[in-house]
């Protein structure tokens, strides 16, 4: 029993060691498994990672190849062009040297041609010389005088007939030239028709406005009066309220408030006061944008503040039905066209054209003229005397000293005068056609005369009895001057004097 039980023991302990050999076993074979699988994983990550690598830098490689490819073929461009820019270069050149070269050939001939003409006139002198003393007995100091007068009589009929040929040739080309520079200035500076804003009377839609405005016992119409400094006619009939002042701003600043109160529920004056305070820095501002509008439309730079302000003031004054500001912005373009051209400094032609009539923006305040008080405004503002020079000039005033002070006065005229520029009223052109008309017919040798062309020409016909072509110059002269000082007119008047004699005989058959 007992060696029974020692033999199941020994069998036991067999079965339980071949057991934990054997999950040994299994165990190593697990972890020998493991580790190879993870062997081969880290190997295949080392592939992927060197196969990346390498990747990259063929690919590092690729684009460096690429670069120093395009930086050849930019290269060789660049050389292609140095290449062809040397071969015009030296085409221009030889281009250059040919021309020299001829030039050479002609100054050489030239000179060729003045030494022959001098010897030839040096034979000329001596022969006539020669013939003076031969055959009026001279001296040679008397004959050496006579063939200098002679000779400086020559000069002078080559020199005037050339002056004469040059001065016809100039007159033929300029006048070309000048209509087309016009006509490109027109055309570029985008001239535009009359835009007048009507201040001096204001539509009434009900009678209710109607009592807001004359209040009680007419307590709003004296306080708007008092404030503003404009007379209110208050016309019934028409449902209109008339706004009288001279100055046109004061006008504009009754307009505003008029329509303020329209729209105002309670008016009194404590709040006509307070409307007119409102509506007189809406005008500060509106003056203001007015003249930096301006401003920076014609591209002008340093310009004093207050000039600005005075520059927006033009806006609210007319000539003629023409907005003074608009008359003045494209008077500026149009001088800086002509400068441009012209090879003038086209900012301060432009700077000058929109100053010229500076003084209209408060002349109804000062007692002087507008061409003073411009001149008085920039010489202030320490504006260049370019532009002092051009108002103080472009009315004839004082004498032209620049070439800008011209064009503007130019660029004026055109601005003044081109169709749909200005207006006026039935009464006023007729008025001014009498005045131009009754002006010539008081010269005693004027048989008739009519404006044309809206009043832009004069045509006097005279007796040609009792003128010649001499006192017809005197005429049209004291017309000129006498139109200039009584006549108000947009532009210039144009006087043509027409002296026409005419003698008539009429030859008849005789009979047999």
Not at 7 to 33: C, D, H, T, W
Not at 361 to 377: C, F, P, Y
Not at 490 to 498: A, D, E, I, L
């Amino acid at each position: 029993m007992l060696i029974l039980s020692i033999l199941i023991g020994f069998a036991f302990r067999k079965f339980q060691f071949n057991k934990s050999i054997q999950e040994a076993n299994i165990a190593a074979a697990q972890i020998r498994r493991h580790g190879e699988i993870k062997d081969k994983d880290e190997v295949e990550k080392l592939i992927s990672k060197e196969k990346k690598n390498t990747i990259q830098y063929r690919d590092g490689i690729e684009d460096e190849i690429k670069t120093d490819i395009e930086d050849n073929e930019r290269k060789s461009r660049w050389l292609d062009q140095r290449i062809e820019l040397l071969d015009k270069k030296e085409q221009g050149l030889a281009k250059k040297n040919e021309l020299l070269n001829q030039k050479n050939l002609d100054l050489k001939s030239q000179k060729k041609e003045l030494h022959d003409i001098r010897e030839n006139s040096r034979q000329l002198i001596l022969d006539r010389h020669e013939a003076l003393q031969n055959s009026a007995e001279m001296s040679q100091d008397a004959a050496d005088h006579e063939v200098l007068r002679e000779t400086e009589e020559d000069v002078s009929q080559t020199y005037n007939k050339y002056v004469i040929d040059a001065e016809t040739e100039l007159e033929a080309t300029s006048e070309n030239s000048a209509r087309v520079l016009i006509d490109q200035a027109i055309e570029h500076s985008g001239g535009k028709t009359v835009l007048y804003e009507n201040h001096r009377s204001l539509e009434v839609t009900s009678k209710e406005v109607l009592g807001k405005i004359i209040g009680n016992a007419g307590q709003n119409v004296r306080a708007i009066e008092a404030l503003t400094g404009v007379d209110i006619i208050i016309d019934d009939k028409e449902s209109e309220v008339i706004i009288n002042g001279y100055d046109p701003i004061r006008r504009a600043t009754a307009y505003r408030v008029l329509e303020r109160i329209s729209e105002t529920h309670r008016v009194n004056p404590d709040a006509i006061e307070q409307i007119v305070n409102e509506t007189n820095r809406y005008m500060d501002h509106h003056i203001r944008h007015y003249g930096e509008k301006a401003v920076n439309e014609l591209g002008l730079t340093k310009v004093a503040p207050d000039l600005i302000k005075f520059i927006g003031r033009m806006h609210y004054r007319t000539s003629y039905g023409q907005n003074i500001l608009e008359h003045s912005i494209e008077t500026a373009k149009l001088a800086g066209i002509f400068a441009a051209e012209l090879g003038e400094d086209s900012a301060m032609a432009r700077r000058a054209g929109l100053l010229h009539d500076i003084g209209k923006s408060i002349d109804r305040d000062i007692e002087a003229t507008h061409v003073e008080i411009g001149v008085e405004l920039t010489k202030q503002y320490r504006e260049s005397p370019v532009v002092v020079n051009t108002i103080a000039s472009h009315h004839g005033d004082v004498e032209s000293e620049y070439v800008i002070a011209d064009l503007v006065t130019a660029a004026d005229s055109i601005s003044g005068s081109r169709q749909g520029a200005r207006n006026e009223s039935a009464a006023d052109y007729l008025q001014r056609i009498k005045s131009l008309e009754g002006i010539a017919n008081e010269q005693p040798e004027v048989d008739e005369s009519y404006a044309i062309q809206a009043g832009r020409e004069l045509r006097v016909i005279v007796q040609p009895k009792k003128t010649n072509d001499k006192s017809i110059h005197d005429i049209a002269t004291e017309v000129k001057n006498e139109i200039e000082e009584n006549v108000t007119y947009p532009g210039q008047v144009k006087v043509t004097v027409v002296r026409k004699l005419e003698i008539v005989e009429y030859a008849e058959r005789r009979r047999a």
